[in-house]
């Protein structure tokens, strides 16, 4: 079945907005073996965007995906690495335990099969520190690929849990002493958390600072998703005016993910046209949607937290240790915000941008000035 708007998820297709400049750029990037880090909020699409240049490539290039988010030590990355490495380079079973006897030859791995075997499987290596050190598994790419003829491109989602391993830097200063000599291999580097990703890539205390061309992914502007809503109202015999999509736009600030999501409630709520009441359910669907989420998030903070957020809610982005702030807001003493600071940027609730503390999450934004700001 065919959807209309797709939100949570990677996209693809018709379903992938506009992003022209960024797709090109990235496209180069990958065909001139130049090592990426892309670094937005949540919901601003870097995934789908990903997934759409892996389509694009010259076929020279070979580009393996891989998620670890599930990653929560250094062998367990390596043996996500080196599966991932195999399998989307070989394709079918049997090119995998080929390669496994030419790059792997002291493991004994488990294959298992789905539905279809042809296509479908799981591959499990087992990879431990007594069959195979980290630099042998991080040099994979680079054997691989010149046995190929190729350069392969490794693009790794959710790479700011590196930051939680054990050990965290050794096993960054291990990977960034391999990778950046590899020359038939590179890397693209991205996730969802950004102030743990701007810390991996933009302080000078840590290995892989200027590792790679840095990509601040922003969010599509309202020009580009007038006609791709707009489109999608009339595949579905609906209509819907410029000022209501602008309208959907500012009121989540374009991040992709929740325009998607906003953009369908809207349809929903329509019969033939949308209109302003329509968007307005919408919205009241979308902070109820979003609800028990939100809860979960502020439910462990403390009252000098909740009133912080309160505080930047009711438009105060900076000066926070101001006599007047600390007493309207009751934020305790000045050597307190810090401490705030740090824990809710820590939750993803706030961030530090070029006008002050700002909300991390427009819908969180809206849902907590309406539930806690009356």
Not at 164 to 189: G, H, T
Not at 274 to 291: H, M
Request: charged share 25%.
């Amino acid at each position: 079945m065919k959807k209309t708007f797709i939100y949570g998820v990677a996209v693809e297709g018709t379903n992938f907005t506009d992003r022209k400049k960024e797709t090109r750029r990235l496209k180069q990037d990958f065909e001139n073996g130049q090592n990426v880090i892309l670094i937005s909020p949540r919901r601003m699409g870097k995934t789908s965007l990903v997934r759409k240049v892996q389509t694009l490539v010259d076929k020279d290039i070979v580009t393996v995906y891989m998620d670890i988010y599930d990653c929560r030590n250094e062998y367990e990355f390596y043996n996500k690495f080196a599966a991932e490495l195999l399998k989307q380079t070989s394709g079918k079973a049997e090119a995998v335990m080929k390669n496994i006897k030419e790059f792997l030859v002291r493991l004994s791995p488990t294959i298992s099969f789905g539905p279809d075997p042809n296509n479908e499987f799981s591959l499990s290596l087992g990879i431990t520190s007594k069959s195979y050190s980290p630099e042998e598994i991080l040099q994979l790419p680079q054997r691989m690929a010149e046995k190929m003829g190729k350069h392969i491109v490794v693009c790794i989602d959710e790479f700011q849990q590196i930051g939680e391993f054990p050990d965290s830097l050794k096993v960054q200063k291990k990977m960034r002493s391999i990778w950046q000599l590899q020359s038939n291999a590179s890397y693209c580097l991205f996730g969802s958390k950004k102030h743990l990703l701007a810390n991996l890539f933009q302080s000078k205390k840590m290995p892989f600072y200027q590792f790679g061309d840095i990509l601040f992914l922003q969010p599509i502007p309202i020009e580009d998703w007038i006609p791709f809503i707009s489109q999608k109202f009339e595949e579905k015999n609906m209509s819907i005016s410029d000022a209501i999509i602008e309208k959907i736009c500012s009121t989540v600030q374009s991040q992709s993910s929740y325009v998607q999501q906003l953009a369908w409630n809207v349809m929903l709520n329509t019969t033939k046209k949308a209109d302003e009441a329509a968007l307005e359910t919408a919205i009241e669907d979308l902070l109820n949607q979003n609800s028990l989420l939100f809860l979960q998030q502020i439910e462990n903070l403390t009252a000098y937290q909740m009133n912080f957020l309160k505080a930047v809610a009711k438009g105060v982005h900076t000066d926070f240790t101001s006599k007047e702030v600390l007493s309207t807001y009751d934020l305790g003493s000045k050597s307190n915000i810090s401490r705030i600071k740090t824990v809710l940027t820590q939750k993803e609730l706030i961030e530090k941008t070029p006008n002050g503390i700002v909300f991390s999450d427009p819908v969180f934004e809206l849902w907590f000035t309406k539930e806690w700001c009356k």
